[in-house]
Structure formats: structure tokens, C-alpha cells
């Protein structure tokens, strides 16, 4: 097997405690800006990566879950510290269980917006959500045009302004190639096991009106894992982070002062 590279990735701030941000299929570490910079003003030092096949980093072969959870692997390894926060949204939120199995550098997690498999969602949901989601390049689209209506379909009712103006611009920028790969790498998963194996303090945080990570099904999947926290966002959609930011700072960041100081304690 070829050794695999290091994520590309950036770094900001200082501090024992490492946060790594993990973003979803559309994307890449160029939205999470307003998220890092809020991280880093709270004490924490912050790790954004571009997905492997994300940003200007080659498409991997195979392209899988397992694949970009190794990879997350290997940066904690590379550039973590004392302690390591693994925050994964939508398709990051898939990877990050995986991330805790692989790792045993791993002291929390966050999973915004995602489910533990697509079949969670009932018989029907992972059939409409790769058609909504490739049909528009099939119809020879390019991604900006198919990808900007239904980013913004994912937003909650009255959410605009610059952070969610961020996400739709970044969600434009994805490859096609590497989209496609990364909506059937998220069909082909399947999380259950995986979640239930997790033990490390984990918040599940839903935006209450995301058609996707839904807070009903968010609910479900917190209830896999042992001990685990679980939010809702009002006024928000998919993108909570983006949409209500204090608001989902605030449970966020008290999240991470409880059980991180817990852990410590405990150590």
C-alpha cells in the first residue's frame, strides 16, 4: 500500500488542546475562517484540513470514509497535541467516529449535522439524496450551478448574511470529480458499528430545521454513543455553525470547557 501524505491543513492559535475541523462534501477549510478564529480567541489552537481530494489536494484512489478517516489519522498524529477535539460536520461528521476508532490520541468529539449511515434516514432518504445531489451534474451542470441552489435549500428559513454567503461560495469552489467520489463514498458507509464503539465525550448538535441531519435522526445517532451530549439549534438549518453562531458557539464552547476540564480531572 502507498504511503499516504499528510492532509493539507492549516493551523491557528495556541494551547494545550487541539481542535481539528473537518467539513462536509461541499467545501473545504476555507469556511470554517470565522469558526477557527473564534476557536483560537478562546484558548484553543485549531487544525482545519482540505479532505484529501479537497482543495488543491489530489482525488485519493479508493475514494472511501475509511480512506479520509485514516488520513485524519495520521495529521492528529503528525500535528496534534496534548489533547485533540476531532469537530465533524455532515461528511466529517461520518469520519470523525471513525477518526476516534483509528486514534488513540483522540479526547472529544463533535458531530454537527450527520447521521451515522445515510440508511438511517428510512428506505427512501439515500436514494433522494444522491439524486438531488448528482442529477444536476448529469444534466451537465457544472457543480457551482448545482451545488448553490441546493446549499442554499439546506439553510433554515431567514438565514443569510456573510458567514452563510462564505459557505455558499466555498461549497461553488468543490471539484466535480471529487464530489462525485465523496457522495458515493458517503452512501457506500455505513457508521452504526463504528459509533457504537465510540468512548470519548461527544456532542451531536442539529440544526432544528436541517432536512438532512435531522434533529430527530441527530438524536438517534447520540443515543448510539455512551454518555453522549445532545444540542438543537433553533433558527438554524445544515449549516448551524454559520447560521446562529452564537448561539451554537455558546453550547459548543461550554461542551468543550466541561468535559475537556472532566478528562483532565480524571487524568
Given at each position: 500500500m502507498a504511503v499516504q501524505r499528510c492532509p493539507d491543513h492549516l493551523v491557528a492559535g495556541d494551547g494545550d488542546t487541539t481542535v481539528f475541523l473537518l467539513h462536509g462534501g461541499y467545501g473545504s477549510k476555507d469556511y470554517w475562517r470565522?469558526?477557527?478564529?473564534?476557536?483560537?480567541?478562546?484558548?484553543?489552537?485549531?487544525?482545519?484540513?482540505?479532505?484529501?481530494?479537497?482543495?488543491?489536494?489530489?482525488?485519493?484512489?479508493?475514494?472511501s470514509i475509511e480512506r479520509l478517516a485514516e488520513s485524519c489519522a495520521l495529521l492528529i498524529e503528525t500535528v496534534g497535541s496534548a489533547r485533540n477535539v476531532v469537530f465533524g460536520h455532515s461528511m466529517g461528521g461520518l469520519i470523525a467516529p471513525k477518526v476516534c476508532e483509528l486514534s488513540s490520541r483522540v479526547d472529544a468529539l463533535v458531530l454537527s449535522a450527520t447521521l451515522a449511515s445515510l440508511q438511517q434516514g428510512g428506505k427512501d432518504f439515500a436514494?433522494?439524496?444522491?439524486?438531488?445531489?448528482?442529477?444536476?451534474?448529469?444534466?451537465?451542470?457544472?457543480?457551482?450551478?448545482?451545488?448553490?441552489?441546493?446549499?442554499?435549500?439546506?439553510?433554515?428559513?431567514?438565514?443569510?448574511?456573510?458567514?452563510?454567503?462564505?459557505?455558499?461560495?466555498?461549497?461553488?469552489?468543490?471539484?466535480?470529480?471529487?464530489?462525485?467520489?465523496?457522495?458515493?463514498?458517503?452512501?457506500?458507509?455505513?457508521?452504526?458499528?463504528?459509533?457504537?464503539?465510540?468512548?470519548?465525550?461527544?456532542?451531536?448538535?442539529?440544526?432544528?430545521?436541517?432536512?438532512?441531519?435531522?434533529?430527530?435522526?441527530?438524536?438517534k445517532l447520540a443515543a448510539l454513543i455512551p454518555g453522549s451530549e445532545m444540542q438543537v439549534i433553533d433558527n438554524a438549518g445544515h449549516y448551524a455553525w454559520a447560521e446562529q453562531p452564537e448561539a451554537f458557539n455558546r453550547v459548543l464552547l461550554d461542551f468543550l470547557r466541561r468535559r475537556l476540564a472532566a478528562n483532565r480531572s480524571a487524568a
Open positions: 470565522p469558526q477557527i478564529e473564534t476557536l483560537a480567541m478562546n484558548g484553543y489552537r485549531v487544525v482545519a484540513w482540505d479532505a484529501p481530494g479537497y482543495g488543491i489536494s489530489p482525488l485519493p484512489e479508493p475514494f436514494s433522494d439524496f444522491l439524486e438531488k445531489r448528482l442529477a444536476p451534474l448529469t444534466q451537465n451542470a457544472t457543480l457551482a450551478a448545482a451545488a448553490t441552489p441546493l446549499v442554499k435549500s439546506m439553510f433554515a428559513p431567514g438565514s443569510g448574511g456573510p458567514l452563510a454567503d462564505l459557505i455558499i461560495e466555498v461549497a461553488a469552489t468543490t471539484r466535480t470529480p471529487t464530489f462525485r467520489a465523496a457522495m458515493y463514498a458517503i452512501q457506500a458507509w455505513d457508521g452504526a458499528p463504528v459509533v457504537q464503539r465510540v468512548h470519548v465525550p461527544t456532542l451531536c448538535i442539529a440544526g432544528r430545521h436541517d432536512p438532512v441531519g435531522k434533529p430527530e435522526e441527530m438524536q
